[in-house]
């Protein structure tokens, strides 16, 4: 199956700064990845469809201008939490699907202090 | 609005029994519905998928259900184990999209 790489696996920032969360899949050329994140505790939650070469669909509540998603390659989707805030601390992860089955990356553990 | 709702309290089990979790979904018309293994800090993994014209499926220990009229589907692993343990996942998915919509998740307990 897919294999999606998904990095860092964790980042500590300071609240009013951004980070950019990377997803590649190494073999598998991806038109559509997606995004979700998860709280403690709960499941995940689709924040949004990374479309390569045009605009990311959002899950309705979830912010564009703040979670920022580009897909410039078939093998490459990024996020960007923008202005990052405690509230936004979680556990983002990433997938692809092959077939009707979904790769997921290793997640990344965001923690804003 | 569409719902997906699982066991909400964490399953706990002795080693060896036959472990059954629910997954139930309201305003829905699913063409598919997959379960994934996720465990703590991991990204989910795929373990099982079910057509909407197919009653039951197999997989080594897994076994599951699919009642579209019930609007449920039953997901059992049988001769549990200690390494069973972790939060289990469904997906109804509709034909034509490659989008997942997860339930809420059951935790799974297996002690020996």
């Known amino acids: 199956g897919a294999v999606v790489s998904q990095h860092p696996s964790w980042v500590i920032c300071k609240s009013g700064t951004s980070v950019k969360i990377e997803c590649r899949s190494l073999d598998f050329q991806a038109t559509t990845m997606f995004w979700y994140r998860q709280f403690p505790k709960q499941s995940l939650m689709l924040m949004a469809t990374?479309?390569?070469?045009?605009?990311?669909?959002?899950e309705q509540g979830v912010e564009k201008d703040k979670f920022l998603i580009n897909h410039a390659s078939l093998t490459l989707s990024t996020l960007t939490v923008t202005s990052a805030h405690p509230e936004d601390s979680s556990f983002y992860i990433c997938?692809?699907?092959?077939?009707?089955?979904?790769?997921f990356g290793q997640g990344t553990r965001l923690t804003v202090v | 609005s569409q719902k997906i709702e699982q066991n909400s309290e964490a399953l706990n089990i002795q080693e060896g029994k036959t472990a059954t979790l629910t997954c139930n979904y309201t305003n829905y018309s699913p063409a598919y519905l997959q379960w994934y293994r996720q465990d703590p800090g991991r990204g989910p993994v795929f373990l099982l998928l079910i057509r909407e014209n197919e009653k039951e499926k197999r997989k080594e220990r897994l076994k599951v259900t699919f009642d579209t009229t019930l609007k449920q589907s039953l997901f059992h692993i049988t001769a549990s184990q200690p390494a069973d343990s972790a939060t289990y996942l469904c997906a109804p998915q509709r034909f034509g999209t490659d989008k997942l919509i997860f339930g809420t998740g059951t935790r799974l307990q297996v002690f020996p």
């Open positions: 997938s692809t699907v092959q077939g009707t089955e979904a790769f």
């Open positions: 990374s479309n390569e070469g045009s605009k990311a669909t959002y």
